[in-house]
């Protein structure tokens, strides 16, 4: 069964129960675990994510369509050219330190994070200005411009290890139910499962090879959108003359369907694309069944001995070994040897996981392209087409440096005392949303 | 070759061949016992292995069987009996149940032939496993061999398939176990001897781990391979004799590949063998340990061997030599050699009887010397009466006729005073010729030694009968060796012995004949023949020949012979007479 006809189960599941049972109360310390131990809560660290989204507001935010709804920013206009821009800022709002949200205030995070942009403060409005149009500046400012307002401030952070935040009792959007959310940093995710099912935590972060279990006893699965890309990224060495067939009779001979099925269990879609279907509308052009008579005869006509590859995998990624493996076996049947071992840092290719960072299909696609090592296509002034956008993408996966497996959601699983008064806690890019979760009863 | 070094030899091949004799049995005797014990512990290894392979196969097959009826797997068959079956649900089933059995492989497979779970290749999930259409009737089939693929090797295990049913849905449980080094492992091994595994295509592992070097093990596995049953072969690991090693392998064969034909032979796959291995190490040091003792026992044995003859010879050799010794003395002419040997028995005897020979002997020549002696006293007597007779009675007829004259016919007294004075002169000149002669012969000087040349001696000498011969109608025929050597002699004596033997020839050939004289080398020294062809002479008158006075002529004092004889013997040489009667006279003088 797919996550997405289970999601709405999921959440029909936890309204009901909210309803059926108690209303929303206050109070109760959330406990999380999850993989990342960032050193820092920076919200502009690439491994922010999703602590900065407790803490830190920007002034628009995205709804689950993608679309820009108002944050810290109440309201917005631009001029005809959208060179020049003013947010309207929402009034009675705190920074965490108690004091007010000015645009005096917000001027210089702003700047710092659009320094291609000029930002001014005139009133209780805030202009952004620039010499070119700047259409995309809401997407831009959903990702930048951290102002720590957010729903919980920090109150302890071990870098690494611990972090606890406590409610922000003069959060402008009310007060959230939980009094405290305690998270443990760097836990892998098979302990994770363990203390979940120990009653140790109430969320988890789960790996789809563990949907069902951590699905056992009324326990809720959150998921994001396919955000999480699975691909083998080829180490960047000066290619040998013969080393293009050899990756593309490697991609020709991977069997994706029988993996989704079985290791991934059906979660998050298929894909050869670096892109999700959802964000770009095109993934589908990209063919992702294996070719395995044309696979053989790419490996035949290498030599004997330019037939083997290194295969590594991060062990905390998720399912990463059963993948692996299951790349060599599928290799194996092509004629090709593929020796899998993890944390190899000489391997010809690795099997890594991209997130998306931002729902701009550009901007992801570069951030994608620069975490597998691959050309990054030249950023265009103006948003590029679909088609361009295709074919950017096509070229980076000419060569087969990169060869795209599937595209996988955020798993959480969340005790059966957590619950959500508005759906749902985790957004499309799976950061989190605990300010509208609540505790029933007490801790185990 | 000396007695003592004949009986040294005997001695010695009699230890060597005793004490090779003897290695030979011993070695071959312990040689064949190290077969017969080899033999039994191959047996022994042979039926634990037989054994203990059985005994898996039996604790594989109860596994699989428990795994195939069991609780959850009659779950798993319902389960993915639906049409819209999950095979992901059970994708790590395979894992924990081969822990829980000690399988080291068992597959989950669908009805379809479709992996569903693998524990010992969990990638391989959805694969088809062709085994399961091989046969219909699993469950009553015994484990077998198998070649198993693994990630980064190939494995020989042995496995059982049962399947699992539930109405008409079924699942194939597929569980073995790894024939390793742990299954080597199992096996309690005498000294010596070690197991190990052989899997084709080309793995060969012991209890610790892979066997390098296996090209020593190649012609074994190529027999293997050929005859698929046991063999076995010796196999030299280094070009130490001790490092061989005796294998015995025991082919491990897979099913018939025709079901229909289990005793296929020829179409069942050769899986891999069981080797035993047992070492010739101590075999081959203790014959090397028998070799040293032998060579010691017989170097010790040669070394007895001499010592034993050494005092054999001692005691046996030593008398004879010394009786060898003392005839050679006797025959060099000291008859007074008396052999001192203090032995008893044949040789003692043998001593005693030499000793009283020499005392004899002695006594004889003593007596003959005497004898001898006074017989050549009697000749000397009665020749020289003899020649003393013939001018005393003219001297006594002479003095008769001068007394008669001078009583008878005074007047005559005179001239016949003067006549018998010319006549006693005359004989009284005789008399002293006659003296002379004798005084001649008593006190031969002692050869002057000079370097001669016999040649230009024989030509010089004849020059002075070269009248003579003609006269005497001899002819001579000289035969000189051309590069005869000089030779140390007093030309004088022996010139003057030469021409008596010429002299003596030319006599004896009164009416004419040959005289030959030849010269030639002969044994380190040299040979005068003179021969005639005169009357020749008796056997009783050559015996004779060289005694003084002896003569066979009407003339002559008989010493002529005895001095040429005198001269020879003074030179060092010797001298010989060959003659027959009417065959003529040789005369034969060796000189060194």
Redesign the interface.
């Known amino acids: 069964?797919r996550l997405s006809s289970w999601l709405p189960i999921a959440v029909l599941s936890a309204l009901t129960v909210s309803d059926a049972a108690t209303r929303p109360r206050y109070g109760g310390t959330l406990r999380v675990e999850m993989r990342a131990a960032p050193s820092a809560l920076d919200p502009a660290a690439a491994d922010a994510d999703p602590l900065r989204s407790l803490v830190f507001e920007t002034l628009v935010r995205l709804d689950e369509a993608g679309a820009p709804q108002p944050c810290l920013a109440l309201s917005w206009q631009h001029d005809a050219t959208a060179k020049r821009w003013q947010f309207n800022l929402r009034p009675a709002v705190k920074f965490h330190d108690g004091s007010p949200l000015t645009a005096a205030a917000v001027v210089p995070s702003l700047q710092a994070a659009l320094p291609a942009m000029t930002v001014a403060a005139a009133g209780d409005t805030v202009t952004i200005r620039a010499n070119h149009p700047l259409p995309d500046l809401l997407l831009d400012l959903a990702h930048n411009g951290w102002l720590d307002t957010g729903p919980f401030r920090s109150a302890a952070f071990e870098p690494g290890r611990h972090a606890t935040f406590a409610a922000n009792e003069d959060y402008w959007g009310g007060r959230p139910f939980l009094d405290a959310i305690d998270v443990q940093l760097g836990r892998g995710l098979r302990d994770q499962l363990a203390d979940l099912e120990l009653g140790k935590v109430d969320v988890v972060e789960v790996g789809p090879?563990d949907l069902?279990r951590a699905s056992d006893h009324g326990r809720a699965i959150w998921a994001s959108a396919a955000v999480s890309l699975i691909a083998l990224a080829f180490a960047p060495a000066p290619d040998r003359s013969d080393a293009p067939r050899l990756r593309e009779a490697l991609a020709l001979s991977i069997d994706r369907a029988?993996m989704h099925?079985?290791?991934l269990?059906?979660q998050g879609e298929i894909s050869a694309a670096l892109l999700p279907q959802w964000i770009s509308g095109y993934a589908f052009a990209f063919p992702t069944a294996p070719d395995l008579p044309r696979a053989r005869a790419l490996a035949a006509a290498l030599a004997p001995a330019a037939r083997t590859l290194t295969l590594t995998y991060d062990p905390s990624l998720r399912a990463a070994r059963?993948l692996a493996?299951?790349v060599?076996?599928n290799a194996r049947d092509a004629g090709l040897t593929v020796?899998?071992s993890p944390q190899n840092p000489h391997a010809d290719v690795r099997l890594v996981e991209v997130r998306l960072r931002s729902l701009d299909p550009a901007q992801a696609l570069a951030g994608i392209a620069a975490a597998l090592s691959l050309q990054a296509p030249a950023a265009p002034d103006a948003a590029p087409s679909p088609a361009a956008l295709y074919e950017s993408e096509r070229k980076l996966l000419d060569g087969f440096r990169a060869i795209p497996l599937f595209q996988l959601p955020v798993l959480y699983g969340a005790a059966s005392r957590v619950r959500v008064y508005a759906p749902p806690p985790i957004t499309r890019l799976g950061d989190w949303r605990f300010d509208n979760v609540w505790l029933s009863g007490t801790a185990p | 070759m000396t007695f003592r070094t004949r009986l040294l030899i005997a001695f010695a091949l009699t230890v060597i061949v005793a004490v090779a004799f003897v290695g030979a049995i011993v070695s071959t005797t312990t040689q064949r016992a190290f077969e017969r014990v080899d033999e039994q512990r191959v047996s022994a290894l042979t039926a634990q292995f037989r054994q203990e392979l059985l005994r898996r196969k039996q604790e594989i097959a109860e596994h699989v069987k428990e795994i195939a009826e069991a609780d959850s797997t009659r779950d798993m068959v319902i389960a993915l009996s639906r049409p819209d079956a999950d095979p992901s649900v059970y994708v790590d089933a395979a894992e924990p149940l081969a822990a829980a059995h000690n399988l080291d492989f068992l597959e989950l497979v669908s009805a379809s032939g479709s992996i569903v779970s693998s524990a010992q290749w969990p990638a391989r999930f959805l694969y088809q496993e062709d085994l399961v259409a091989q046969r219909d009737d699993w469950n009553s089939q015994q484990p077998f061999l198998k070649r198993e693929d693994l990630p980064t090797d190939t494995a020989l295990a042995l496995i059982s398939v049962r399947v699992a049913s539930v109405g008409d849905s079924k699942l194939y449980v597929i569980g073995g176990e790894d024939l390793d080094r742990d299954f080597l492992s199992s096996f309690v091994l005498p000294a010596g001897m070690r197991a190990l595994l052989f899997r084709e295509p080309q793995s060969i592992v012991g209890v610790s781990g892979p066997v390098p070097q296996t090209a020593a093990l190649a012609p074994l596995i190529d027999d293997l391979r050929k005859q698929r049953t046991e063999v076995t072969r010796t196999v030299q690991w280094t070009a130490d004799a001790a490092s061989a090693e005796t294998f015995h392998a025991i082919p491990l064969i897979g099913p018939a590949k025709d079901p229909g034909s289990p005793k296929d032979p020829a179409g069942a796959e050769l899986m891999g063998a069981f080797l035993v291995g047992s070492s010739r190490a101590v075999e081959v040091e203790l014959e090397r340990f028998l070799r040293r003792v032998e060579i010691l026992v017989a170097m010790g044995g040669i070394l007895l061997a001499l010592l034993v003859a050494f005092w054999t010879t001692a005691r046996i050799t030593r008398p004879v030599e010394a009786l060898a010794a003392g005839a050679r003395a006797v025959a060099a002419g000291d008859w007074r050699t008396q052999v001192d040997v203090r032995a008893s028995g044949e040789i003692g005897a043998l001593a005693a009887a030499f000793n009283q020979m020499t005392r004899e002997l002695l006594e004889q020549r003593d007596r003959l010397v005497q004898a001898e002696r006074v017989a050549a006293w009697r000749e000397l007597a009665r020749r020289l009466a003899h020649e003393l007779k013939n001018p005393l009675f003219p001297l006594q007829i002479t003095v008769e006729n001068l007394q008669r004259a001078r009583a008878a016919y005074p007047e005559e007294f005179d001239e016949v005073f003067r006549e018998s004075t010319a006549t006693l002169l005359a004989e009284l000149g005789k008399l002293r010729g006659i003296v002379g002669r004798f005084s001649d012969f008593a006190k031969m000087p002692q050869p002057q030694l000079e370097t001669v040349d016999l040649n230009n001696l024989v030509r010089d000498s004849l020059k002075l009968f070269e009248a003579q011969m003609q006269a005497a109608g001899v002819t001579l025929r000289l035969d000189l060796a051309a590069d005869l050597r000089a030779i140390q002699a007093d030309p004088g004596q022996l010139g003057r012995a030469l021409q008596n033997l010429v002299l003596n020839a030319i006599d004896a050939m009164p009416s004419g004949g040959a005289l030959a004289i030849r010269t030639a080398a002969h044994d380190g020294g040299v040979r005068l023949e003179v021969s005639d062809t005169g009357q020749g002479l008796t056997q009783e008158e050559c015996d004779r020949l060289f005694t003084p006075y002896y003569t066979t002529k009407t003339h002559g004092t008989g010493l002529g012979l005895a001095i040429v004889q005198s001269v020879i013997s003074d030179h060092g040489g010797k001298i010989a007479v060959r003659s027959e009667p009417g065959k003529g006279t040789a005369f034969v003088i060796d000189l060194a």
């Open positions: 069964m090879t069902r029988a099925t079985v290791l269990q059906k059963s493996e299951r060599a076996v020796q899998v």
